[in-house]
């Protein structure tokens, strides 16, 4: 299999340790279907996921100020919405499978991906 250039992912990294905590039946889900589930950013309880980086934010903010000025007044409201326009419509088209890059298990991961009961971790590398 050919990688491809990952941005911001050299050759050396290729090969460390990736982790995805699953619990028992979403282990078993995954065995049954032979595929991984991809939630849409939206559903996770994380309400940080997705959400647009302050110094992004503050710089488009800023550029819809300037470009403002060639719109009538009535359009004005729609520049005001149009980033977190862009966050909701990104965590509803986005979805995502939660691995963690480490050397080693993590207690914290378990506890949070597995709920305190029976749990599977999967250990792979971005190669695989």
Known sequence: MRI???KN???SELDR???RYLTFPKYI???AYGALWFPKLNI???KFEGRMPA???TEMRAEHERLKQNFHPSLHDQFDRM???NV???RELTAVSCWFLSSNESSKMWSAYTANCEGVAIKSTVRS
Do not use: T
């Open 83 to 85: 980033n977190q326009r």
């Open 29 to 31: 889900s995954m065995l």
């Open 9 to 11: 992912l050299d050759e």
């Open 55 to 57: 110094r992004v934010d």
């Open 44 to 46: 996770l309880q994380d």
């Open 4 to 6: 491809q250039h990952l």
């Open 88 to 90: 909701d419509d990104g």
């Open 17 to 19: 340790p990736l982790w």
